[in-house]
């Protein structure tokens, strides 16, 4: 391909941008008339998502001749999504509030994986620069919170907080489509 067919294929065909992109997460049944007062500033305060990677879990197979990796297994990497912290910690309430919901800190006690996974997704449309339909749309499906990580606070900087959050699911979709 000469330079002349590069640039022309980039202008018609475009290049997707890393900060056009909106998420979208439902909380458990018992939690999300709570979420519902913070749904607009989750979306808005996201600052980063990382696609997981989704890989195979393999193991050495030699039936006869040459040693071959078989797939045993479809293995999910948790999905991260990084929000700046609004001024009453809102997003860092409602995200500990989902992991008290999944396991009682007090009796020790974890819920059913059906109550607190199952009513649950994160949908992540990335959209082109022009159009107003997302051409890739990911539908993650019984999802809940793995680690809500830790919240540095640093005298010496004025920036701006955030919080990480890393969610397990079950599985996805893309455009409809099983991933």
Not at 5 to 27: L, Q
Not at 72 to 82: E, N, R
Not at 89 to 95: H, Q, S
């Amino acid at each position: 391909m000469s330079l002349r067919e590069f640039i022309g294929e980039v202008h018609s065909a475009g290049v997707a941008r890393s900060n056009r992109y909106e998420a979208t997460i439902k909380f458990p049944d018992k939690i999300q008339s709570v979420a519902n007062l913070i749904q607009p500033r989750l979306r808005l305060y996201c600052s980063k998502v990382n696609i997981p990677t989704i890989s195979y879990m393999t193991w050495e197979s030699q039936i006869y001749g040459e040693t071959r990796s078989a797939i045993y297994q479809k293995k999910f990497d948790p999905i991260s999504l990084t929000f700046y912290m609004d001024q009453d910690f809102g997003i860092k309430k409602i995200m500990d509030a989902w992991m008290s919901y999944c396991f009682d800190s007090k009796t020790r006690i974890a819920r059913y994986y059906e109550e607190y996974a199952m009513p649950c997704r994160i949908d992540l449309e990335v959209y082109n620069v022009d159009e107003l339909i997302p051409p890739y749309v990911i539908i993650f499906y019984e999802v809940y919170p793995k680690a809500v990580q830790e919240i540095q606070l640093d005298a010496g900087r004025q920036d701006a907080l955030t919080l990480n959050v890393a969610f397990n699911y079950k599985y996805y979709m893309v455009n409809g489509v099983d991933g």
